[in-house]
């Protein structure tokens, strides 16, 4: 690789001076020069003014226009950063030291030098000014890293004890210069209480040796009195034995940082609207009081409260009521409870209390009924009185209860008894409740299985005409054939299934299968044309399902039934909880054109209206009335006015669970249509079923 070329601009109005310096640059051995040259010191300036710069100023401190130093300040105020060397003569070499104190790179004495030497010193002048251009610049970054980074430095003289603080130090505590003198003592009294001996140690385990610098986030007390976070790095200079002599480092406010790193916390942990404990902490609390009541021998509880009829708000009134509602529940809350005790929001109108340190359950029932009273006053909602009531369900921490999700889970169950005993009350959690829901548990898991592993069937019961004796139609019943339990009845498990959800598959099923079989039979049988109904059971969580009506459509569909065939069996519940709903799904059934029962007719609370509004077109009688009739007396009367509605309403009348001869006369004497019951027929299988249908 050839060297670079050096440009050098000289100042020399000696035509012979010139010629020796001209002659060594030539000669260089393994370096190029490129030499210009000026013999005033004004010229030599214009051209330093070029944007294309020499590498190297030599000049003659005696030229025509200038003599002495004054020669060397001018052309260094022209290019105060090129190297420049000085050229003297003999007599004036103590000039040439002086431009070399003042800044110059270098000397050399005319007629002392040959090309060698004037060759090293310009390449040493060059390297040099480069080095120091260097350094300067990293000086300067040093300094602007330091005053960017904001940060106070501090210089601590372990032998003395001496600190030496920053202006930035102090300044960032918003106090003046040498607030803290030299003194350690005087720093670290400023410091946290609860920060200042952590630190203290963490700077005495650093000077003993360990580690290559040290960091410590403490809180450092300001003069406006609020605490500001600092970062404190330090790293100890140490001896060649190793001791620590001096230690120096930095203090970096952090404030802002560690704010908004608590609010993150905070908000991880909290329930936006109400500022309540979220579900997080609030099991963290629980599992916190877990491991302490275990030394000790207090309990504490957890409260389950939810609010009843808070959907009636939100849909009537709008969200914004709803929320300015679950913030005043959490007011009131908050109000029922000691500073220890966490109230929390566990999402929608579901909160809980954790009490810290009760003695009894009694303790916790007190606090339940307090809280019911905190809500009892109305609250103010779009102008008007809202009363909010809430079920609370209390379970008390014991050995029985392993994590704080168990814990909830109870205080949940009690709730859930709580409402359904009425509401605005509480129920505290107890064996007997787990009882049932471990069974409950047990069931589910086997009920889910026992869809895929196909233990359903259906068993058959006839419907017969009352006037004829003859067969009109049959229901089909589901049963559970359950590997471990046996065959299960219905009412063991279609509430469950209900409630879980697992009845809309369930009944998908159920649908499938008896209208598949129906068509078998139909094939099989003599009667031409057939002339049997199937009735079908539809629960009200099945009746409201999105895929209710595609369900039923697939499955005569796929059996070619005749819809007019199919009955669909609902009760009454589901028409006074869900009118709407219910009615809209009927109407779209009938559009099929499959026929709708009203079973289980009497039990509910079903208005007359309803009766009248809906298209249903018949009502199947309760068995417990049936079962009273054969008796003279008020079951009898009951029959008999429905029996007479259900006519004057244009529907047809069927008879449940009629057991004996009595019961069929009566029935027969007040004109029902239909009866079903163990006197014609237990439900059968499939099977024995088959001969009922020829
Ligand atoms: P349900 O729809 O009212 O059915 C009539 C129930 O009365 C049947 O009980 C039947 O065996 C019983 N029964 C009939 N005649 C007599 C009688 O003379 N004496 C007595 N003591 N009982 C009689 P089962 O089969 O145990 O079903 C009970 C309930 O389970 C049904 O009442 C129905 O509500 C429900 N269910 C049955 N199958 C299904 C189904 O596939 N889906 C749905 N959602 N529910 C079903
Ligand atoms: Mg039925
Ligand atoms: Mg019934």
Known sequence: MTPETIQVLLLEDTESDRLVVEEALRTAPGQRFRLEHVDHVAHLIELLRRPQQPDVVLIDLCVHDSQGIDTFRRVRAAAPDLPIIVQSGLSDEDLAVTAVREGAQDYIVK?????????????????????????????????????????????????????????????????????????????????????????????????????????????????????????CRGTAIRDDKGCAARMAGSLTDVTSRKEAEARLKHDAFHDRLTGLANRALCLDRITQAMRRVRRTERTFAVLFVDLDRFKLVND?????AGDRLLLGIADRLRTVV?????????????????????????????VANRAREAL??????????????????????????????????????????????????????????????????????????????????LHYQPIVSLDNGNMHGVEALIRWNSPTRGLVSPLDFIPLAEETGLIVPIGAWVVGEATRRMALWDDESS???????LSVNVSPRQLLSADIVQIIADALDRSELDPSRLVIEITESVLVENHHLASRALCALKELGVRVHLDDFGTGFSSLS???????????????????????????????????????????????????????????????DFGQGFLFSRPVDSWAALPLCA
């Open 527 to 533: 009667r031409r044309p057939p002339l049997l109904d």
């Open 316 to 320: 009537s009134l709008g969200h914004a």
């Open 376 to 457: 009892a006053a109305p609250f103010q909602l779009a102008g008007q009185p809202v009363f909010a009531t809430a079920s609370i369900g209390i379970a008390i921490n014991d050995k029985s209860h392993r994590t704080a999700d168990d814990l909830i889970r109870a205080a949940d169950l009690a709730m859930y008894r709580a409402k359904s005993s009425g509401r605005d009350c509480h129920h505290t959690f107890d064996a007997e409740m787990r009882h049932r829901a471990v069974t409950r548990l047990g069931l589910e898991s086997d009920l889910r299985q026992a869809i895929d592993r196909q233990e359903f069937l």
């Open 610 to 672: 309803y009766l009248q509004q809906l298209p249903i077109d018949c009502i199947k009688i309760d068995r417990s009335f049936v079962n009273g009739i054969a008796n003279k007396g008020k079951d009898l009367e009951i029959v008999r006015a429905i029996v007479g509605l259900g006519h004057g309403l244009g529907k047809s009348v069927v008879a449940e669970g009629i057991e004996t001869k009595g019961q069929l006369d009566r029935l027969k004497g007040l004109d029902c």
């Open 338 to 366: 000691r500073p220890a005790d966490t109230v929390a929001r566990l999402g929608g109108d579901e909160f809980c209390i954790v009490l810290e340190s009760i003695h009894t359950a009694e303790d916790a029932r007190i």
């Open 111 to 231: 007629g002392r030098f040959d090309a060698d030497l004037l060759l090293r010193t310009i390449r040493h002048a060059r390297e040099r000014h480069r080095a120091e251009a260097a350094l300067r610049t990293s000086e300067e970054r040093y300094a602007l890293a330091v005053s960017g980074a904001n940060d106070g430095l501090w210089d601590w003289d372990l032998a003395s004890g001496r600190i030496y603080f920053a202006p930035r130090f102090t300044d960032m505590l918003g106090l003046p210069i040498g607030a803290f003198g030299e003194s350690a003592e005087r720093w670290f009294a400023a410091i946290h209480t609860e920060d200042v001996d952590d630190f203290a140690s963490v700077i005495a385990t650093h000077t003993a040796g360990a580690g290559g610098h040290f960091e410590h986030e403490h809180r450092v007390r300001h003069r406006d009195g609020s605490w500001r976070w600092v970062l």
